[in-house]
């Protein structure tokens, strides 16, 4: 019997990712009601590389704002983190994001899911080094050495 390469067992390649897939943030559903706001853009004369498909790159986005990871460690399952924050900056800019928001908003409002009684705020906060205000002036123990 002679073997082949053909024939041989492939090695998996060792790749660095979760054991499972980040579950996606939007339905169908939900992605109907705001499909018309993220319009997919036709080729142009020149031709070129076709552009990401929009709903990919906002459950990009949205994995990333909804856990709070740096772009960098966005899942391969997503576009790429550079056309994802390209994209969240250019809705941000023209009013696609807060359309977006403000629709499936409304929607949940019509469906009676949003308790407006109850409001939460969240933030990060971070003092200043030392108790002191960033724009102090610094003390003469910081002065630059000789």
């Known amino acids: 019997m002679i073997l082949t390469l053909a024939w041989w067992p492939r090695r998996a390649q060792n790749h660095a990712v979760s054991m499972t897939e980040p579950r996606l943030e939007l339905t169908d559903a939900q992605w109907v009601v705001i499909e018309d706001l993220f319009p997919q853009p036709t080729m142009g004369r020149r031709g070129g590389r076709p552009r990401v498909p929009p709903r990919a790159c906002l459950e990009g986005i949205l994995w990333v704002l909804r856990s709070g990871a740096r772009w960098k460690d966005l899942p391969t399952i997503f576009p790429s983190p550079a056309t994802c924050w390209r994209r969240l900056k250019d809705w941000t800019e023209d009013g696609t994001f807060q359309k977006a928001w403000a629709r499936l908003l409304r929607l949940l409002d019509r469906f009676h899911k949003i308790d407006w009684d109850e409001a939460l705020a969240d933030g990060s906060f971070a003092r200043a080094k030392k ?13 630059a050495r000789s």
Do not use: I, L, M
């Open 131 to 143: 108790g002191a205000n960033s724009s102090g002036k610094p003390s003469a123990a910081r002065e």
